[in-house]
């Protein structure tokens, strides 16, 4: 090592003790005379080599910069909180219904299984044809099916209507998750005549049941029959719906089921492949099976075949357009601000470049100069990303408030270290990005063309990169603009189109009445007309109506 | 074309005058980097100002060009200083410096008229 660094910094050190006692004898208090050195304080700190030293002080130096440029700080500042502050929002929701993994043991496993027409209209399980298909296919490791329903709670202060599935107790084997307290049923409990049992939802067993462990062997009345709860699921158990409050076998209910083949009561299986046996494969197999029944009942089972789809999928399928669409959307954005801020890098570098040059003059290495760019880049960047992480935040909240139905595990959806590690990395990746041309322009300038520039004007290298990025942002922004174009284009029409009715001021609400005590349909008609006559008395109503489904709703399904 | 706008003509000016300004304040005397800093500040009414930063490794820088030489001078009650002094070289390069900033200067002289103006 030779000498003169330590010369040199002996030297500087004598010069700020000078400048200090020459500072004080002009009667300048300490923290004024050290706030007057601080420049060159730090640009002497700045040119010592050791990493962290040199780390410290960039930030430092950077720190600095940025508060000497409150207007160039702010732009930059908003620019990422909005862009970083959206990706982080999206890839919040992204998150949670797509990536993070979902409870049940070997998702990949577990498929949804249908019965469809050859011409691919999805149609619900005969419970016939269930019973075939359970005991021919080779390919399911357990096989079960379910349908959901509405039961009535009574024996509280008042009645309740319960979210209720109809599931085979293969379904639990199939989905893979354990009782949280007691058990799952049995096979012999799911059968015409069974003792009747029921396994409750972790919710229903906290708000219902006090949430206690001698919950297990009560008796609950639902539709006016007595059912003893045998098991709680956990709260991960959300098949068939995350509202489901309560699970019966579907084997006490099979004798309501119409006898015939063709008669298809709302049931859809759901199964767990064996190991090793692909979706493909398994389709083939229960197409065979499909075929075979085909030739043996001709009449309620031609052109029908089984439809198979991993419930991943099922999950995903219409939320992941949009969330892709939106993905990508933010993506832009970000690429955008990027572009605009490289941008303004890149001029600011420009008028910086004497500033460069001298330092460069100096001794500090071009590495140094390009280090201490993107410091100050990522810098900013990280900052930007902490205002885009509250941002992200705040509109995560607020659209979880709104309570979507269509998104799965909205109920999952926050911000938390995952989404805040990732708007971590998004940002370092942003500072990186857009702090990496002025940097690179930063360690190839030299001194003298740098002088010779100073008197042309902008350099020619300098100004093609410019030109490049408004040329990319242009083409980004004009994507996004006939993207969202289309998009409001469709949401406008969608709420231009005429109901044909009025739908303010009009209240739905939904009835289910217990088979036990309303067997025939004189009593059943003679409960909705007393309904009916007793809301028409009630002064704040105007009309009552009555009917299965809700106008736009569409089928009679109970949900 | 654009013109430079007058800072960076300040600047571009500044520095290409820093070693002609040492060289001559040596000339007469040793001086110490920080005597220096103040008498080219002094002497240019405030318009010309050195920073640490580049001060003292244009010292080094013209040391080791062989035109200035550096040497530790302790005074009782003070801490040691580096003072320089012009070498021969130094002078010649000095005298030659001296030309041809007065040709320049004549010669933006004759053009702009800024003695007569």
């Known amino acids: 090592m030779p000498e003169w660094p330590r010369r040199i910094s002996e030297e500087m050190r004598q010069h700020l003790d000078d ?28 040119m010592r080599s050791h990493p962290v030293d040199a780390m410290t002080t960039d930030v430092r130096y950077a720190l600095r910069m940025l508060r000497k440029n409150p207007g160039f700080t702010a732009i930059v500042m908003v620019t990422l909180a909005l862009g970083i502050g959206a990706t982080a929002a999206i890839f919040t929701l992204v998150d949670a219904v797509m990536l993070r993994p979902y409870p049940y043991p070997d998702m990949d496993r577990i498929v949804m299984v249908a019965e469809t027409t ?33 039961l009535n709670l009574t024996g509280g202060e008042q009645p309740e209507r319960l979210i209720a599935s109809l599931v085979s107790s293969d379904v ?97 299986g759901v199964g767990k492949l064996k190991p090793g046996i692909s979706v493909t494969r398994a389709s083939a197999d229960m197409d065979a099976i499909a075929r075979r029944l085909e030739q043996q009942y001709p009449i309620s089972n031609t052109d029908h075949t089984v439809a198979l789809q991993p419930y991943y999928e099922q999950i995903v399928q219409n939320i992941r357009p949009a969330l892709l669409a939106l993905s990508g959307a933010v993506a832009f954005v970000l690429l955008i601000g990027c572009a605009n801020l490289a941008n303004l890098m890149l001029a600011r570098a420009e008028t910086r470049q004497r500033e460069l040059a001298i330092r460069e003059a100096l001794g500090a290495s071009r590495r140094r100069i390009a280090q201490q760019m993107l410091t100050e880049s990522v810098l900013m960047a990280l900052c930007g990303g ?92 004009l994507v996004l603009l006939v993207g969202a174009g289309l998009t409001i284009r469709s949401f406008t029409s969608l709420t231009a189109i005429d109901l044909g009715f009025d739908p303010s001021h009009v209240v739905t609400m939904r009835v289910s009445l217990p088979n036990a005590r309303y067997p025939q349909l004189a009593r059943w008609s003679a409960f909705h007309r007393e309904l009916l006559r007793r809301s028409a008395a009630i002064p704040a109503i105007e009309a009552v109506g009555l009917n299965s489904s809700t106008p736009l709703e569409g089928g009679g399904c109970p949900s | 074309m654009r013109y430079m ?98 040709a320049f200067a004549e010669a933006i002289n004759r053009i702009a008229g800024v003695d007569h103006a």
């Open chain 1, 172 to 268: 639990f084997k199939a989905m893979g998750l354990q009782a949280r307290l007691g058990r799952a049923f049995t096979a012999d409990e799911d059968r015409p005549g069974a003792p009747r049992v029921a396994v409750v939802s972790e919710r229903f067993w906290r708000s219902h049941l006090g949430g206690e462990a001698s919950a297990v062997g009560r008796t609950i009345v639902l539709d006016d029959e007595p059912h003893t709860v045998v098991g709680v699921m956990p709260a991960e158990m959300r098949f068939p719906s995350r509202t489901t409050d309560v699970w019966l076998p579907v084997g006490l209910f099979v004798p309501t089921f119409p006898a015939e083949r063709g008669a298809h009561p709302g049931l859809f």
């Open chain 2, 5 to 102: 706008n007058s800072g960076i003509l300040d600047r571009e000016l500044k520095k290409g005058s820093a070693e002609l300004l040492i060289l001559s304040l040596v000339e007469d005397q040793p001086r110490h980097g920080y005597d220096l800093s103040k008498l080219i500040e002094a002497r240019s009414n405030g318009v010309l100002k050195f920073r640490v930063a580049s001060l003292y490794p244009l010292l080094y820088r013209l040391e080791q060009r062989g035109w200035i030489v550096g040497r530790w001078i302790e005074k009782a009650g003070q801490r040691r200083r580096r003072y320089y002094r012009l070498t021969p070289a130094g002078a010649g390069v000095l005298a030659a410096q001296r030309d041809t900033w007065r």
């Open chain 1, 19 to 46: 400048e200090y006692d020459a500072l004080r004898a002009d009667g300048l208090a300490h923290d004024e005379a050290m706030r007057r050195l601080a420049g060159d304080v730090d640009e002497l700190a700045s």
């Open chain 1, 386 to 477: 902490t205002l885009g992480a509250l941002l992200a935040w705040w509109g995560v909240k607020a659209f979880v408030a709104t309570r979507p139905t269509t998104v799965p595990r909205i109920d999952q959806v926050a911000v938390d270290l995952r989404v805040l590690t990732f708007a971590l990395v998004v940002s370092v990746l942003v500072g990186i990005a857009f702090g990496l041309a002025p940097a690179l322009r930063a360690a190839s300038v030299d001194l003298l063309t740098s002088l010779k520039d100073a008197a042309r004007g902008t350099a020619g290298a300098g100004r093609r990169t410019r030109s490049a990025l408004v040329i990319a942002e242009v083409a980004l922004a």
């Open chain 1, 118 to 150: 050859r011409m691919g209209q999805m149609i619900s399980v005969a419970w016939a044809n269930f019973q075939d298909w359970r005991e021919q296919n080779r390919v399911f490791e357990h096989l079960g099916i379910y349908r959901g329903t509405v």
